[in-house]
């Protein structure tokens, strides 16, 4: 299964929610929908899985070598931002109900409801009335929902949400076995850090819009605003002499040794290191790339305030 | 892949057992017996509490004493007393005696506290001993006693049909007649309040449980609407029969103890027929307008809209003017008419005789706004679902209401 999205546009009352947002999801892949609250994102995952509709762009999905406006219904697991089930029916009567829906038979569904209240520790509870849960529990159950039917292709809406480190890593495990199981995986998230070690491509979105794509290295690059290099010298030098250095912009002083060194797009910095080792001996010469979370937020910071400047404009 | 009728059957039944609780269903068949029972055995009760009321009997001053022959009222005790007490005995309002009846002829006049339902019985009683006296006073015949004090009135027979021949029906079977479209109407209240109670729940409760999104990739708006409306209106059915026959195995144990024999109401096959089509039917159609409209409702606490909801009730209770007029322009209107045909039209077949092209129409326009209002209802829990946090407008929900 996969998904081409292109040009895709959706308003709601006052809002423009999602703009001209165009990316892909191939198969196997697992593709991270990256933003703030407020971004887009589970518009989007809306009209992906059919709830609603792009005013403008399309969306096609190919499964089983036809073309779809939508995820085809059965043919994938959602995970929806907002979390429910019934309150007031047991875990297993919830599940149990879904799975059916789903066209499981009861052995299939016994099947998956042994392996995974087993896996998430919730056998015992598999009797108590859903509201009995904790936030986290409920969390799973959504999650064993989701993945019941054991579709090719999973959409998890904020999977993260709620759940604390430890719970948060058994999530991050079962999208490591989808990964390996070939199931395509797209899942929108907030928290980078998460993501970073998981995801093999990622869209990063911000007031409707992709802000950037790809995978890690691609958005590191589109989203570097400075090339800035760490420099550690043997003896003291002052930043005066580093200025001097042709194609360098700005030093930083972290130490009266080390400096930060931020160089223009045009130099590589085996010129910049050549002319470096003139004013003294260095001991480290290193890269200095941010991780996504302060890249984004560097990219994202300056786009809201553009943003907020054409509004009252 | 389930198929579209299996998956609304899924919904059905998930919905039904939902709001199927063996506990619940106990305690309200218990309830229904304690019910019954305090309501049989009530007059027995106030009986039991109630006073024995003493009456100062005097007579004024055109009556030498107060006549011995005075009517036996049931917790009433006469004290004969003479003129003379009069004044001592007013005195004794409310403490010593309940009332002071003042006896001059065929003047009666009874000096009481203040008004209360027991002083109707003693103004029945006297009104009747009045009557005899002024009757026994002017020397009549014992045939003319009897010709006078015998009440006025005709005879009404009802004429029925059976096996070809015309009957006057008997007085149990037309007792037993009124009780079927009484019982009707009663069923068809708690019918309706039940899928009232149960719409909202099964929809407003489930947008705020969040449980929506997750289903809607399962199914169609369409499919689960359809669903709902067949898992609550086989729940409103579940209502409808247990009542019926809890007060149908009541009604037989009191006619049997009371030694009456089995107590068998008199339907026909008709009135079932017509209670299937008309009821089955209109509580679908109910059930879809009150899905429509709960669809629409985004937080039952700070909506205005749940009382819209009560608009579909309304048929019901106009039912009961079509029980006392059922042949009236306007009662058949209203049999006809698909908004009120369910709830009117079995009242009309069992209190008169229905011409069938009346009662084919009738099925036939329901059973077409039925289709059209689960359409209808349907688009609007699509369109309450897409809102996201927002009630759609009036004008919103009209132009989606009318859109096949």
């Given at each position: ?313 | ?93 409310g403490d010593r005696y309940d009332g002071v009846m003042l006896i001059d002829g065929h003047d009666i006049t009874l000096l009481v506290e203040r008004r209360r339902d027991w002083q109707q019985n003693i103004d029945s009683a006297m009104a009747d001993w009045v009557r005899e006296r002024r009757i026994s006073s002017v020397n009549l015949t014992p045939e003319q006693h009897a010709a006078v004090s015998d009440p006025a009135g005709i005879q009404i027979n009802v004429l029925r049909t059976v096996s070809g021949e015309t009957v006057v029906s008997d007085e149990p079977r037309e007792r037993g007649r009124s009780l079927v479209s009484g019982g009707i109407l009663m069923l068809l209240f708690i019918g309706v309040f039940s899928g009232f109670g149960l719409m909202m729940t099964a929809i407003t409760a489930e947008k705020q449980q969040r449980v929506t999104e997750q289903l809607l990739t399962l199914m169609t708006p369409q499919q689960w609407m359809d669903g709902k409306i067949i898992g609550v ?172």
């Amino acid at each position: 299964m996969e998904i081409f999205i292109d040009q895709v546009t959706k308003a709601y009352a006052t809002v423009t929610a999602v703009k001209q947002a165009s990316f892909e999801v191939r198969r196997g892949e697992i593709v991270a929908l990256l933003g703030p609250n407020g971004a887009g994102k589970s518009s989007l995952v809306r009209m992906l899985v059919g709830l609603t509709f792009p005013d403008t762009g399309s969306i096609k999905v190919t499964y089983n070598n036809q073309t779809y406006p939508h995820l085809p219904a059965g043919a994938f697991g959602y995970l929806p931002e907002d979390r429910g089930l019934y309150q007031d029916r047991t875990l297993k009567q919830n599940l149990t109900y879904i799975g059916q829906l789903r066209g499981m038979s009861k052995a299939e569904i016994d099947e998956q409801l042994d392996y995974w209240l087993e896996r998430f520790s919730l056998v015992e509870r598999a009797d108590e009335n859903l509201k009995q849960l904790s936030k986290g529990n409920q969390q799973k159950i959504q999650l064993i929902a989701t993945l019941m039917h054991q579709p090719p292709m999973v959409i998890l809406d904020e999977p993260f949400s709620g759940l604390d480190p430890v719970n948060q890593e058994i999530v991050l495990d079962v999208l490591s076995e989808l990964k390996n199981r070939g199931v395509t995986v797209l899942l929108s998230a907030h928290q980078m850090a998460l993501v970073e070690r998981l995801a093999d491509r990622m869209v990063l979105m911000n007031l409707g819009a992709v802000v950037a794509q790809g995978t890690l290295t691609n958005i590191q690059e589109q989203l570097l605003q400075e090339h800035r290099i760490r420099v550690d010298f043997a003896e003291s030098v002052t930043p005066e002499q580093i200025k001097s250095v042709p194609g360098v912009e700005r030093a930083d002083v972290i130490t009266p040794t080390t400096l930060d060194i931020i160089h223009s797009p045009d130099t590589a910095p085996s010129q910049l290191l050549a002319a470096l080792l003139k004013i003294g001996a260095i001991q480290n010469f290193g890269r200095q790339v941010p991780d996504l979370h302060s890249l984004y937020l560097q990219a994202v910071g300056k786009q809201t305030v553009a943003e907020e400047t054409s509004h009252v404009e | 892949m389930l198929n579209n009728t299996d998956k609304v059957w899924r919904v059905a039944k998930f919905e039904f057992l939902r709001f199927f609780k063996w506990k619940q269903e106990l305690l309200s068949i218990g309830l229904m017996v304690g019910g019954m029972l305090v309501a049989i055995s009530w007059g027995s009760i106030m009986a039991f509490f109630q006073p024995e009321y003493r009456i100062a009997v005097m007579p004024t001053q055109g009556m030498a004493q107060v006549p011995a022959n005075l009517p036996t009222v049931t917790r009433v005790e006469w004290i004969r007393l003479p003129g003379s007490e009069r004044e001592r005995a007013q005195q004794a309002l409310g403490d010593r005696y309940d009332g002071v009846m003042l006896i001059d002829g065929h003047d009666i006049t009874l000096l009481v506290e203040r008004r209360r339902d027991w002083q109707q019985n003693i103004d029945s009683a006297m009104a009747d001993w009045v009557r005899e006296r002024r009757i026994s006073s002017v020397n009549l015949t014992p045939e003319q006693h009897a010709a006078v004090s015998d009440p006025a009135g005709i005879q009404i027979n009802v004429l029925r049909t059976v096996s070809g021949e015309t009957v006057v029906s008997d007085e149990p079977r037309e007792r037993g007649r009124s009780l079927v479209s009484g019982g009707i109407l009663m069923l068809l209240f708690i019918g309706v309040f039940s899928g009232f109670g149960l719409m909202m729940t099964a929809i407003t409760a489930e947008k705020q449980q969040r449980v929506t999104e997750q289903l809607l990739t399962l199914m169609t708006p369409q499919q689960w609407m359809d669903g709902k409306i067949i898992g609550v209106t086989l729940h409103c059915i579940k209502s409808m029969a247990t009542t019926g026959i809890f007060v149908m195995v009541l009604l037989s144990v009191i006619s049997i103890v009371s030694g009456r024999g089995m107590f068998v109401l008199p339907v026909t096959f008709v009135d079932v027929l017509t209670l299937i089509v008309f009821v089955g039917f209109g509580l679908i159609l109910v059930n879809s307008m009150l899905a429509g409209f709960a669809a629409t409702i985004d937080d039952p606490n700070h909506s205005s809209r749940p009382l819209v909801m009560f608009i579909p009730l309304f048929p019901v209770g106009m039912s009961f003017s079509v029980m006392s007029t059922p042949e009236s322009a306007f009662s058949t209107f209203l049999s006809i008419f698909p908004l009120t045909s369910y709830a009117t039209m079995p009242i009309r077949v069992a209190e008169t005789s229905v011409p069938w092209w009346q009662w084919i129409l009738a099925a036939v326009l329901l059973i077409a706004t039925v289709y059209y209002v689960r359409r209808s209802a349907a688009n609007l829990f699509n369109l309450g679902i897409t809102m996201y946090g927002k009630e759609p407008t009036w004008k919103q929900i009209w132009q989606t209401a009318k859109a096949l």
